[in-house]
């Protein structure tokens, strides 16, 4: 879901390229219906995607991480210590519910709701996210 909207969102930034990858990520998984049907409702394609554990050639080739949880930012500064100068939390670029830098939820599980309030927490993220990615010489967004 974040890599499409961040996709969607970021489309007129011409120097952007935006993708995904996950800590414990199945290769080769397909996007889950209700994230799917949100997308689409929303006009954002996603339906070829296939998510993909995170490596050493993501990290390297990224400028900019945007981890969706606190663990993973840990877990990502332990795997790949050189590269903590570009790891960032989803969130830390917008207060969201009165919080800024909070975890996105993860929906799994938690029926069409929960993936409509990860969609709305990750709408202000990336809002955020793009305030700071254009004030900043902008990159590749992992």
């Known amino acids: 879901m974040a890599e499409g909207l961040f996709r969607f969102a970021a489309a007129d930034l011409d120097d952007v ?63 790949y210590p050189q590269a903590c100068e570009k790891l960032y939390l989803v969130c830390e670029f917008a207060e969201i519910d009165g919080e800024v830098g909070r975890d996105v939820p993860d929906p799994i599980g938690g029926g069409r709701g929960a993936y409509e309030q990860v969609a709305a927490c990750l709408d202000q993220a990336i809002a955020g996210i793009i305030g700071f990615l254009r004030g900043t010489g902008k990159g590749q967004a992992g």
């Open 17 to 79: 390229e935006v993708s995904s990858a996950g800590i414990a990520a199945y290769g080769g998984d397909r996007v889950s219906p209700e994230t799917l049907q949100i997308l689409n409702e929303r006009g954002v394609g996603l339906e070829g995607f296939r998510s993909r554990m995170v490596d050493e050639g993501i990290i390297q080739q990224a400028t900019h991480i945007f981890c969706m949880t606190r663990s993973h930012l840990e877990t990502l500064e332990a795997l």
